[in-house]
């Protein structure tokens, strides 16, 4: 018995409550105090707000409630001039200058101040999404995810900025479009001094580093280290080419190359080589240009001892060793390792010089 009035000591000296509500954030340093606490979630509701229908067990919680309606905050923090209308509140905001962070995820061991925050820190580990939109069927793990989603259905815009007239239905993009007004780049990379405004982006520009690519085509082997790239590179596949040149009867598949076709058009060749009189409108041209001066290859089939300048030239060698034929007539079984040699076979269906 002395043992265990010493541990409950213990406790109260340290601040510790590992004794925690599973219905609130409450938490208590005495089992005995929990079991009391435990008994006014199952309490009758007879104590009524005369200013709202709020009904509550204890009087001392029908008072606590009443302070939402005068706006009363008796508790205030010693270390800033935050106040609170409930001690519990006071509690949890204290943690913020102790960093005490007593709850504990059993999986990965990250610890939070809050059982609410572990609690849906939980749902990234068991998957659980359990607020769904009744208008769409999408689910999400926060309730707040939730109410934000709702934005896009109701049309409502409840961010706006104070520095210009544009509105947004979730804060996330509020924050990144006033980042355009500060400049503000809060995501610093670690390996260089590149900074940016979203963390998305941070995520992209690291992958320069650690070369990974995670968007695989599914039609040939090529890997990007963005989404984007990926979907401008599908085109070449399936043929589509959506931007057309005004001056002339050419298709691009991509809107950046329109650009360059256009400096085909106006004359511009603002690439100069230094070693001879050469110039190019394109950078990509330019920088393999180079590559005659320098003899650089740096395109090494593992295979063989082949090297190559371009990207392109190097894959085409690479399917001599694989067997590889992605390039297949519509129109017969013939199948062939680039563009070029299925365009001089439709001469064979056509009848007409490539």
Do not use: W
Request: glycine residues 6%; charged residues 25%; contains cysteine.
């Amino acid at each position: 018995m002395v043992a265990d009035n010493t541990i409950f000591l213990m406790m109260a000296h340290s601040g510790e409550k590992p004794f925690h509500c599973e219905l609130c954030d409450t938490s208590f340093s005495e089992e005995d105090s929990l079991n009391k606490h435990m008994k006014t979630h199952s309490r009758p509701k007879t104590l009524q707000c005369k200013l709202c229908d709020a009904a509550f067990p204890r009087r001392a919680d029908l008072k606590k409630h009443k302070r939402v309606h005068t706006g009363e905050r008796p508790f205030q923090c010693e270390v800033c001039d935050t106040s609170f209308s409930e001690k519990g509140c006071l509690n949890r905001h204290m943690r913020i200058h102790t960093g005490e962070k007593p709850f504990h995820c059993e999986l990965c061991g990250a610890a939070f101040s809050r059982k609410g925050h572990l609690s849906r820190h939980e749902r990234i580990h068991t998957g659980e999404k359990p607020y769904q939109c009744v208008l769409c069927g999408a689910a999400f793990s926060e309730k707040g995810t939730l109410n934000q989603h709702m934005n896009f259905h109701t049309g409502e815009k409840p961010f706006q900025c104070g520095l210009c007239d544009a509105a947004f239905s979730d804060r996330s993009s509020f924050s990144r479009h006033v980042r355009s007004h500060t400049g503000e780049k809060p995501f610093q990379c670690e390996m260089c001094n590149a900074a940016f405004l979203q963390k998305g982006d941070l995520n992209q520009h690291r992958r320069i580093h650690t070369g990974e690519k995670p968007f695989q085509c599914g039609l040939c082997d090529s890997a990007f280290s963005r989404k984007s790239i990926l979907t401008q590179h599908m085109k070449t596949h399936t043929g589509e080419k959506p931007f057309q040149c005004e001056l002339c009867v050419e298709a691009i598949s991509q809107k950046d190359h329109l650009s360059d076709h256009m400096k085909i058009h106006r004359g511009d060749k603002p690439f100069q080589c230094e070693f001879c009189e050469a110039t190019f409108s394109h950078k990509g041209n330019f920088t393999r240009h180079l590559q005659i001066h320098s003899g650089e290859k740096p395109f090494h089939c593992e295979v063989c001892n082949a090297a190559f300048t371009r990207e392109g030239h190097f894959n085409r060698h690479m399917r001599i060793h694989t067997g590889e034929k992605p390039c297949h007539c519509e129109l017969c079984v013939a199948a062939f390792l680039d563009s070029s040699d299925l365009k001089k076979h439709m001469v064979v269906h056509t009848k007409k010089k490539p």
